[in-house]
Every structure is written in C-alpha cells, then in structure tokens.
T-cell receptor
Framework: DSGVTQTPKHLITATGQRVTLRCSPRSGDLSVYWYQQSLDQGLQFLIQ???????AKGNILERFSAQQFPDLHSELNLSSLELGDSALYFC????????????FGPGTRLTVT | GNSVTQMEGPVTLSEEAFLTINCTYTATGYPSLFWYVQYPGEGLQLLLK?????DKGSNKGFEATYRKETTSFHLEKGSVQVSDSAVYFC?????????????FGAGTRLTVKP
C-alpha cells in the first residue's frame, strides 16, 4: 500500500459526459501528479500540482483540468468525454516539487461507452 | 521530441537466470532516467534512477547505468526470482521551465518461472 488513495476504482460513462477523479496523496506529500495509461498511448504524464499550485504540464488535453485543494487532495476533471479517453488514470504523490520518488495510487479505470 | 524505446516483451525466464531489459532514449537535453515496476493490480513503483551521465542506479539487486554515449539505460539483474514477475517501464524526465517532459517506454512484461 503506497498510502495514495484514488476514488472511484471504476467508472463507466457515456461519450460527451463529464467525470471527476479524486486523489488523496500520502500524508506529508505536497506534490500530486496525474498520469493516463492506455493500450495505444502507453503511460503519459498529464499534470503536476505542488502545494495547491500548478507546477508542470505534460500531455494534458484542453478538455481535461485538475486542481489541488488546501487539504492537498486533488481532482482531475475530464469533460466532453470521447471513446479514446478510456484508460487507467493514476495519481502519484511526492514530498517535494521536483522529487522523482513518486508513490502511485492504485488507479481509476475509466470506460467511456 | 523526447522518447523512450524499450525492448518488447513478454520476457520469460527461469528463476536465477540473468535479466537484461534494453532501454534507449532520445532527448534534446540532459534528462534524468528511471526504471519503474508495476506489479499486477497496482500502480507504478520507482525501482531506480540516475540523474546524470555515468550514474548507476541500483535497488533490490537491479542495476542500470546512464550511458550518454549510447543513449541507453539498460536494466539488469544477476539472478531473478519469481517475485520479480511484473511489468517494467523505462522513463525519462526533462524539465524546461514549467514543462515537465516525462516519457515512458511501452513497458516490458517479465514472467519468472520456478
């Protein structure tokens, strides 16, 4: 158990809809990272927040957004969903803003039908 | 752009065999390199890292050396165990301002048989 929790575990929704994925980092970690893992694209870094502020951006679509709240939990919002957004979404956390020792959560499996 | 290429799996070995998983990268600057491991049903775990050329990362009997001349970061272990069965990902990270270009290889599935 990495100490990172993600909810929900599974999510099934229809095209065009909007969903919110939630992540709680390990106690004491200030950074949260979001990743997408799909069969065709592999594992992709989406975005990082550090202590409530956006720290780094990767391959995140404009339809996707994230935020980190004062209690350090983070939410990833996915809107206007397409079939191709079906994937496993991982959250990871680390102590610092440039730490490579990231602790991954178990992931949320999103299925868009 | 930056990219990571690792050997395709699956790889099947007998216990105590020698393991090599090849990884090469393309980068515009001087990235940091990593190996992550993903056990069934779990998220990724950092296995080892190297932040500059000629650095050797090591953990749990696994090793990888950052070779700038060959742009490689091959993962090795002298004697694998059944418990090493997992998917292994090679990755690089290169920061530029507020952008973090983090790239992962496609993953190599390792199965170790008793």
């Amino acid at each position: 158990d990495s100490g990172v929790t993600q909810t929900p575990k599974h999510l099934i929704t229809a095209t065009g809809q909007r969903v919110t994925l939630r992540c709680s980092p390990r106690s004491g970690d200030l950074s949260v990272y979001w990743y997408q893992q799909s069969l065709d694209q592999g594992l992709q870094f989406l975005i990082q927040y550090y202590n409530g502020e956006e720290r780094a951006k990767g391959n995140i679509l404009e339809r996707f957004s994230a935020q980190q709240f004062p209690d350090l939990h983070s939410e990833l919002n996915l809107s206007s969903l397409e079939l191709g957004d079906s994937a496993l979404y991982f959250c990871a956390s680390s102590v610092g803003q440039d730490s490579y020792e990231q602790y991954f959560g178990p992931g949320t499996r999103l299925t868009v039908t | 752009g930056n990219s990571v290429t690792q050997m395709e799996g699956p790889v099947t070995l007998s216990e105590e065999a020698f393991l090599t998983i090849n990884c090469t990268y393309t980068a515009t600057g001087y990235p940091s390199l990593f190996w992550y491991v993903q056990y069934p049903g779990e998220g990724l775990q950092l296995l080892l890292k190297a932040t500059k050329a000629d650095d050797k990362g090591s953990n749990k009997g696994f090793e990888a050396t950052y070779r700038k001349e060959t742009t490689s970061f091959h993962l090795e272990k002298g004697s694998v165990q059944v418990s090493d069965s997992a998917v292994y990902f090679c990755a690089l990270s290169e920061r530029s301002g507020n952008n973090n270009d983090m790239r992962f290889g496609a993953g190599t599935r390792l199965t170790v048989k008793p």
